[in-house]
């Protein structure tokens, strides 16, 4: 099984992870990324890769569980 | 707090270009440009002193039509050659007379004594050449590496078909380079309100990529370098252009323009200018007047110093800027000329930019994914693995670059995957579109401005 991990120290709000994947990832107000679901199903898998490749300050990774 | 990419040490390695450095050494394997051949248009022209990767040359067109390009400085005494005087099978230092070939080879050391075999033992360091469609290429590294010379469409097609161009750029080749996978400048450097009215009445599809203030990316590698895909869609379009762009190793990019292409070669002079050869080509038809009113540009921006190459923009210390043009509108960036607008604006980063007090963002996207490609390759190449590009089997001429107008939804990664759609630019596509807009998109621009 596929985890999502946000490392906020190095989040920096670009919000690239919730347009690549907003059914896993929130901006919430304090301008920081959250972690909504936090096991992607195999359909979602690409989006977010795409998010993990996408967030400018490599603040995401995926760990197998 | 900058950006947590791209360490001090990453930097130098992406910009430092010189003898002896990890990115000069990997772009000495490959051919590249080195002059326009109409800096030499006969054997007795002038020699042109040139440098490039660093090292200080001087070209010169020998008797036999042959450009030699060869270390700047005579191997007797270091005179410059560029004093030297031609017209011969060589050039000719005007210290003792010495005359030197294209390969090199001293063919004449005049004080000696006739019997001397000396000249015989002196190699001068000269670099081979050919010549291509207005375009003399050269390749710089070991010998025993040159690969084929390369069958790119700039070095196939014939003249008529290929517009070279070339201009001098006091700045690191990479932040110019970094330009051109940039999707998201277009609607604000390059804006302006008469291209803006024109867009309004315009069919032609490509006039997208300045009114899109947000567009898509992607980005993928293939054997030579690596591709973006870029996706402009006006708001109220269910029909997007797709750009397929190619980034081919070490400098050279591709972009679809009409039915053709934008082809450009960034060659290092040293680590604080460069040279942008920029070539225009028409693979269908010979190039014609209709070119620059159907790309919405002026013959005069393409005005360079004979000699310097600079654009007669260029003051000396920036870019000529009307800000009365900004103020009313009519111009976002006050600066006149695509092209002047994107020199202006990474010229302005200073002679290296400092990565290291950058602040990347979302748009970044494509920048952050090239420049860690790079890392990467340079990695491949300190392990002696064989490099994007000079592969046995490549072959430049097919690489892909292409435009595409589809469904605006389309996953970017089809559009790249089927090589078989392109949108097929007609001649006469600019005309009057069917349902115009209503509105477009202007940048900021302040009160009482912009397209009503």
């Known amino acids: 099984m596929i985890e999502i991990v946000v490392d906020q120290a190095m989040c920096r709000g670009h919000g690239q992870c919730e347009l690549s994947a907003p059914d896993y990832f929130e901006l919430r107000d304090d301008g920081l990324a959250y972690v909504i679901m936090q096991n992607p199903g195999e359909g979602d898998l690409t989006a977010v890769e795409d998010a993990v490749i996408r967030c400018p300050e490599e603040a995401i990774s995926l760990r197998r569980q | ?452």
């Open chain 2, 1 to 452: 707090m900058a950006s947590s990419f791209f360490t001090e040490e990453e930097d130098r390695l992406l910009t430092q270009t010189g003898p002896g450095t990890t990115m000069g050494d990997f772009m000495r394997r490959y051919w590249f440009p080195a002059l326009l051949s109409n800096r030499l248009p006969a054997a007795n022209s002038d020699p042109v002193p040139i440098t490039l990767l660093g090292e200080e040359l001087v070209a010169f067109r020998s008797a036999d039509g042959r450009v030699g390009l060869v270390d700047r400085y005579c191997p007797h005494r270091r005179a410059s050659l560029a004093l030297a005087r031609t017209g011969e099978c060589g050039i000719r230092c005007i210290y003792h007379g010495w005359l030197i070939d294209p390969d090199g080879r001293v063919l004449e050391t005049p004080p000696e004594p006739a019997n001397s075999r000396f000249a015989q033992t002196v190699q001068h360091r000269a670099y081979p050449t050919r010549e291509a469609a207005g375009v003399v290429w050269t390749y710089m590294g070991p010998p025993e590496a040159r690969p084929p010379f390369p069958n790119w469409l700039a070095t196939t097609l014939p003249e008529s078909h290929v517009l070279p161009l070339l201009y001098y750029q006091p700045c690191n080749w990479l932040q110019s380079f970094e330009g051109d996978f940039d999707a998201g400048h277009a609607p604000y450097l390059h804006w302006s309100k008469q291209d803006a009215e024109f867009a309004l009445n315009l069919k032609w599809q490509d006039q997208k990529i300045f009114f899109d203030p947000r567009p898509l990316t992607a980005f993928a590698v293939a054997p030579w370098g690596v591709q973006s895909v870029m996706r402009f869609v006006l708001e109220y379009q269910t029909e997007a252009v797709y750009w397929v762009n190619a980034y081919v190793m070490p400098f050279f990019s591709m972009l679809p323009v009409l039915d053709g292409y934008l082809f450009r070669a960034l060659v290092p002079s040293n680590d604080e200018s460069h040279y942008a050869f920029t070539l225009f080509l028409s693979p269908a038809r010979p190039l014609a007047d209709d070119f620059y009113l159907t790309l919405g540009i002026r013959p005069e921006d393409f005005e360079v110093d004979p000699t310097t190459y600079y654009s007669p923009e260029w003051t000396g210390e920036g870019y000529r800027q009307d800000r009365e043009l900004m103020r009313s509108g009519e111009s976002w960036s006050g600066i006149a000329g695509g092209m002047n607008q994107d020199m202006a604006v990474t010229q302005s980063m200073g002679g290296v930019v400092d990565r290291t007090k950058e602040n990347l963002a979302g748009e970044d996207f494509l920048v952050i994914q090239t420049r860690k490609y790079y890392l990467e390759t340079l990695d491949k190449f300190r392990r002696g693995e064989v490099l994007p590009g000079l592969q046995e089997d490549m072959d430049h001429s097919a690489v892909d670059c292409r435009s595409v107008v589809t469904a605006v939804d389309t996953p970017l990664h089809e559009v790249l995957r089927r090589t078989d759609w392109r949108y097929r630019y007609v001649p006469g596509d600019s005309d009057v579109a069917e349902k115009p807009p209503a509105t477009i998109w202007t940048p900021p621009l302040g009160s009482g401005q912009g397209v009503p």
